[in-house]
């Protein structure tokens, strides 16, 4: 019986049919679409949590001010899943990068790894350490007492935020110095 032997191409640079350059070119755009529509309503979501957490109404007994403890949480739900889109679209960056043959492609991708929209990412990061501000400020500004279980609340919800950003940050920018390793090596 003869053997049969299997070559495996080499995979470091593959010429890719350009429909699924075009693919993946679309599929890049539909993300920041659904990265700006999150971003839309983190904003939409956090300030009505924020709003309707502060009122007041004693007429009728009716009390919303526990919504204020869910601000924060929302803006880092939200920091999660905006996150999750920005890594899809670096992820499809890096593959370019790292495996495609398109020298136009390659340029364009250590341009753009090594010119980042670093303000996207601190005003993302602002606003969620605004929530956290606006909703303690609101929760203990009238109670003038702070207890146990609200800084336990915070504590816990803002460790999430760190570790979330810190975590992301890394993600992508191991992406990025990948990217630059091998924009040397060409």
Known sequence: ??????????????????????????????????????????LSFVTGLLGLGSLKSDANGITTYQLLYLAPLAAVCFDLLILGEHFSIRRIGYFFKT???????????????????????????????????????????????????????????????VFVSLCGRKTMDRFDETKRKTSHKN
């Open 1 to 42: 019986m003869a053997k049969m032997e299997v070559t495996i191409p080499n995979v470091d640079a593959i010429i890719m049919p350009e429909d699924i350059i075009d693919s993946l070119r679309r599929e890049i755009s539909e993300t920041q679409k659904r990265r700006e529509k999150l971003n839309t309503l983190k």
């Open 99 to 161: 495996k495609c043959d398109d020298q136009g492609e390659i340029a364009w991708q250590n341009f753009v790894a090594q010119n980042r929209d670093k303000f996207f990412m601190y005003g993302a990061n602002g606003f969620t350490l605004l929530t956290f501000i606006a909703a303690i400020y609101m929760l203990w500004k009238p109670q003038k007492d702070i207890a146990p279980l609200d800084v336990v609340w915070f504590a816990i919800v803002f460790t999430c935020f």
